[in-house]
């Protein structure tokens, strides 16, 4: 069995809703049952992602009988790194990367490591990438049944 770094649901559904918020009209409210059914996320996980994601300042939310949800910012105002470390925290590649770890506690053999250079720069690069990509580069197309995909330059 292949064992894969894989992206949580949770992230996976809070960027689907995010870009979806960033195709359509960022001033208009949306209920989040309409963002639910659009993206294909159960609403139930939705409506907790969403409250992550409005405590993180990156989407609004009115309250009432035309309330919802909007973005807070313009889409390229917002990374794909905002909405990850808004409902994960901070990414780390691996545990030796972690802020926390830096007193190596967490790893008895940190100290002589020689792995650490390579995590480093593949942590860099891929953060570098997340940050590149906004939602203003992944919404969908008016009419469009895909999502655009940025074209990614070298890191």
């Not at 300042?57 to 889409?75: D, T, W």
Request: hydrophobic content about 45%; proline content about 5%.
């Amino acid at each position: 069995m292949q064992h894969v770094l894989q992206i949580s649901r949770k992230i996976d559904y809070a960027l689907r809703a995010m870009i979806y918020l960033a195709s359509v009209d960022t001033a208009r409210v949306l209920p989040f049952r309409e963002i639910a059914r659009q993206v294909d996320v159960p609403e139930d996980f939705l409506a907790k992602i969403l409250k992550t994601l409005a405590d993180a300042g990156l989407v609004l939310s009115q309250r009432g009988a035309r309330g919802g949800y909007k973005l807070a910012k313009e889409p390229r105002e917002i990374s794909f790194l905002d909405v990850i470390e808004a409902v994960e925290g901070p990414v780390s590649l691996n545990i030796c990367l972690d802020s926390d770890a830096a007193d190596h506690e967490t790893c008895r053999v940190a100290p002589a490591c020689t792995m650490l250079s390579v995590w480093r720069e593949g942590q860099e690069r891929m953060l570098e990438v997340y940050r590149r990509s906004t939602l203003a580069d992944l919404r969908r197309d008016p009419g469009s049944t895909g999502v655009k995909l940025p074209m990614l330059a070298e890191v």
